[in-house]
């Protein structure tokens, strides 16, 4: 039976190659996008040239109404899921922390931390043979961030991401019964348009010396680790992380 996987922030980025490289392996996907539905449908377009079935979802992961629709939309379309991919995220604006309003913390937790937890949630109810389902696989998407901290840039961030690993090292534990796996994936500098958005455009260029491998990654090869972490090679693996950093 083929398997079906959901991506969240599955439009652009890590995301994107994710959903490119799962359905080149023959998943179905599902993907989500906050607002840009032509770039969402690009990417169905280039799954389905691969001989995939993909469907877009608008969805904003911070609002749970959002996240609860999206899993059942994917139930009614491919019925039953086995893979999840918590990608959706952002990063704010380069600022230290003394200049943070609440209202900019909140928002990162909002979408990094709580989103994630929504969506396992619901995951686990597709999932989890508790509720009908048969196992299957979890990768949180957190960041280099957890454990560099990101001084000077954004704390709030590297906090959320923080959080995010520590609730896929307790959700591993509690879901290995189930024979539900869920691990991490830690990109390190990524050359994508996340740093524009965070107003930093010139970032990647700038920071790529000091990356041990002297160069930044790609979305490609973060999709190409989550990937495997889904994937059945990976079926004695939870609860650990993979740093995609270049040594970083």
């Known amino acids: 039976m083929t398997k079906t996987i959901l991506i969240t922030g599955g439009s652009r980025g890590i995301g994107a190659a994710t959903a490119i490289a799962a359905g080149s392996k023959g998943w179905n ?53 086995d893979g999840l991919v918590n990608n959706a995220g952002m990063l704010p604006e380069v600022a230290r ?18 989103g994630t937890f929504l969506c396992c949630r619901q995951a686990i109810h597709l ?44 959700l591993s534990k509690e879901l290995g019964p189930d024979g539900i796996r869920v691990n991490g994936v830690r990109p390190g500098l990524i050359d994508t348009d996340i740093h524009k958005s965070a107003g930093d455009a010139a970032r990647v260029e700038r920071l790529a010396g000091g990356v041990p491998m002297g160069r930044a990654g790609t979305a490609a090869e973060t999709a190409e680790a989550i990937v495997w972490l889904l994937s059945d090679a990976a079926s004695y693996v939870t609860g650990t992380f993979i740093s995609v950093s270049g040594g970083r």
């Open 29 to 81: 996907v599902v993907l989500t996008y906050l607002s840009d539905a032509k770039a969402a449908a690009q990417i169905v377009k280039k799954i389905e040239a691969l001989g995939g079935r993909c469907c877009a979802v608008a969805s904003d992961v911070s609002v749970e109404a959002d996240v609860i629709s999206v899993f059942k939309k994917c139930k009614e379309t491919f019925g039953q899921l």
């Open 97 to 114: 922390l003394e200049d943070f309003d609440l209202a900019r913390w909140n928002k990162t937790f909002a979408v990094n931390t709580t």
């Open 127 to 170: 999932m989890s043979p508790r509720h009908g389902g048969h196992g299957g696989s979890i990768v949180n998407v957190s960041s280099m961030a957890a454990v560099l901290g990101a001084a000077g840039e954004f704390i709030d961030y590297g906090a959320s991401k923080g959080a995010v690993e520590a609730l896929t090292v307790g």
